[in-house]
């Protein structure tokens, strides 16, 4: 037994606990449940390279002031291989409303207060 608390089949809350070492926890419930969904459909592993992240560390990693990572709504994916991010999009377009494109990983969020449907690049 590991010790880690599961979120879903194949995700755990410290995937998506702030990068600063801070602690903070708190990811929306939504946002991992279509996590999941994609990862059934994507059929391979998905590491999570952001998801909370506390105002310091927001403003670290140059995260805008009004980051959806800020309250728990946002992840990003690591995608580095351009014929696979393609083939992740696909899925990820199945489940979110608002996809970020960089070069090395897809932003997700569920914060719905933001336009949307919306696909942006970094």
């Not at 708190?26 to 909370?52: A, C, H, N, W």
Request: glycine residues 8%; proline residues 3%; hydrophobic residues 35%.
């Amino acid at each position: 037994m590991s010790g880690r608390k599961k979120l879903a089949q194949n995700f755990y809350e410290d995937e998506f606990t702030c990068n600063c070492g801070c602690g903070l926890k708190g990811i929306d419930p939504l946002l991992v449940e279509l996590l999941q969904e994609t990862r059934y459909e994507y059929g391979s592993s998905m590491v999570v390279t952001s998801g909370m992240r506390c105002p310091d560390w927001n403003k670290e990693v140059g995260g805008s002031e009004s980051s959806s990572h800020l309250w728990g709504m946002a992840a990003d994916i690591e995608m580095t291989d351009p014929t696979l991010r393609w083939r992740m999009i696909r899925m990820m377009q199945k489940f979110f409303k608002r996809v970020g494109i960089a070069k090395s990983f897809i932003h997700v969020d569920v914060d719905y207060k933001k336009a949307n449907p919306i696909i942006w690049v970094y």
